[in-house]
């Protein structure tokens, strides 16, 4: 189960996104309150339905005590700054998973 913290962004233009994730990728490294981080950019849906937004971030905590603990590390709070200025677009799910398992055939 756990508590989930999706992220959908689209960086200004003259963003270094590698630059970025590097510096998320070390703070997650850094926090262990993180259980499962991972990210990507989009690479196939119709701009009609992305809206815009390129990239997304996904990070598991064992519970929602422990997401509010990672928002107010000083790492996090440090690199929030410089991820913020990079951000022309975002929006911000957190949510407590629901695991399904899958129809065995």
């Known amino acids: 189960m756990g508590f989930k913290h999706l992220v959908i962004v689209r960086f200004k233009e003259d963003t270094v996104v590698e630059q970025i994730m590097k510096g998320l990728e070390k703070l997650v490294s850094e926090v262990d309150l993180v259980k499962t981080f991972a990210w990507g950019e989009d690479l196939e ?34 690199f929030s700054a410089s991820f913020s200025a990079a951000i022309e677009k975002i929006v911000v799910l957190c949510f407590s998973s629901v695991q399904v398992k899958p129809a065995i055939a």
Do not use: C, R, W
């Open 45 to 78: 849906s119709p701009e009609m339905l992305t809206q815009g937004f390129t990239h997304a971030i996904s990070m598991t905590f064992d519970k929602k005590q422990d997401y509010t603990a990672f928002q107010t590390h000083p790492n996090h709070v440090e």
